[in-house]
C-alpha cells in the first residue's frame, strides 16, 4: 500500500460524513483533493483555518469569529484541525436548524470549556458575530440589537435567567428552540437584499 492511501478518502470517514452532513460522495472527493493540496500534512492550523473562512466573508472581519469556531471544533484540542472536524465545521455552519446544529452553537457559547455558557460569553460571541456584519448592514439592524451588548441582552432574555446566571446545553438548546429570534440571534445570517 505504501502512499497510496493518503491520497484517497477512507471509505469509513467518506461513510461517516455522507451520513452526518448534506455533501454527496463526490463533493466529499473533491474536498478531499483540495485539502490534501491545502494541508499536505492532513491539518489545518488555526491560521489556515482563518484564512478559508474569510473567504466566506469577503465583505467583513471574520477573524474573531473563525478562532471561536476553531475552537467549537477542534474536539481533540490539540490545536489543528483535521479533514473530518474540518468538513463537519463547514457543514454545521452552513446548515440548517438540526439538534447537531444547536449542540454546536453551545460549544461555540461555551467559551471556556467548562459545559456551561454565561451572559460573559453569550457578549463575547455577539462581539465576533458583529465583526461578521458588513458595515452597509449595520444601520438595517432592529434597534434592539444593534450593537453587540443589545444583541447579547436580547439573546439572553430569551432564557429567563438572570446575568449572573449560567445556561446548561439543554437549557440553551430549549430556549433556542422555542424562540425563533433567538435561533437568529446565536449565528450570523447574512441581511437578504
Not at 478518502?9 to 455533501?23: A, G, M, Y
Request: charged content about 30%; aromatic content about 12%; hydrophobic content about 35%.
Amino acid at each position: 500500500m505504501g502512499n497510496a492511501k493518503s491520497s484517497a478518502i477512507s471509505k469509513e470517514i467518506l461513510e461517516d460524513l455522507k451520513l452526518n452532513t448534506k455533501f454527496t460522495e463526490n463533493e466529499l472527493c473533491q474536498w478531499y483533493e483540495n485539502f490534501q493540496k491545502q494541508c499536505p500534512t492532513g491539518r489545518i492550523s488555526p491560521e489556515e483555518f482563518e484564512t478559508i473562512y474569510a473567504r466566506f466573508f469577503p465583505d467583513s472581519e471574520a477573524k474573531s469569529y473563525a478562532q471561536h469556531v476553531f475552537r467549537s471544533f477542534d474536539t481533540n484540542e490539540d490545536g489543528t484541525l483535521d479533514f473530518k472536524e474540518y468538513i463537519i465545521a463547514l457543514h454545521m455552519t452552513s446548515s440548517g436548524k438540526t439538534t447537531r446544529k444547536l449542540e454546536w452553537a453551545f460549544s461555540l457559547f461555551d467559551v471556556d470549556k467548562n459545559g456551561y455558557i454565561t451572559k460573559t460569553e453569550v457578549e463575547v460571541i455577539c462581539q465576533a458575530i458583529f465583526k461578521l456584519i458588513p458595515k452597509e448592514d449595520l444601520p438595517k439592524l432592529p434597534a434592539d440589537e444593534n450593537t453587540p451588548e443589545k444583541r447579547a441582552n436580547k439573546l439572553w432574555g430569551y432564557f429567563e435567567k438572570p446575568d449572573n446566571d449560567r445556561l446548561a446545553e439543554g437549557e440553551f438548546i430549549k430556549g433556542v428552540t422555542e424562540n425563533e429570534n433567538a435561533m437568529r440571534l446565536i449565528h450570523y445570517e447574512p441581511i437578504k437584499h
